[in-house]
Nanobody
Framework: QLQLVESGGGLVQPGGSLTLSCAAS????????VGWFRQAPGKAREGVSA????????????NYVDSVKGRFTISRDTARNAVYLQMNNLRSDDTAVYYC????????????????WGQGTQVTVSS
């Protein structure tokens, strides 16, 4: 059974950068697509970015919600069983709890496509 742990959140000023990490334990992580989601207070969980499994026949494909395109980059390190979300030029509306999730249908931005979730890491963008 996959277990996911996020890290790297924190407080950053507008325009700053953070890199979130999603570390996985358990079998077959490489077989799973991974998505990053976020949830701000009072709002629904939103898909931010996703990446195909390491063994996808299509090769690596990434997906981003429009609001983060050009600012966020998702990547995976199969040897380390990890997926990262590099976030640049952060804005106040990026403030949320960020979750990583693993699933077999990727790179979907829909929460229902994922069956394993981490506990989340807080990202706060404020001056």
């Amino acid at each position: 059974q996959l277990q996911l742990v996020e890290s790297g959140g924190g407080l950053v000023q507008p325009g700053g950068s953070l890199t979130l990490s999603c570390a996985a334990s358990g079998a077959f992580f490489a077989n799973h697509a991974v998505g990053w989601f976020r949830q701000a207070p009072g709002k629904a969980r939103e898909g931010v970015s996703a990446i195909t499994s390491a063994i996808a026949s299509s090769g690596e494909i990434t997906n981003y919600v429009d609001s983060v395109k050009g600012r966020f980059t998702i990547s995976r390190d199969t040897a380390r069983n990890a997926v990262y979300l590099q976030m640049n030029n952060l804005r106040s509306d990026d403030t949320a709890v960020y979750y990583c999730a693993a699933g077999l249908n990727g790179p979907s931005l829909r929460p229902g496509s994922y069956h394993a979730w981490g506990q989340g890491t807080q990202v706060t963008v404020s001056s």
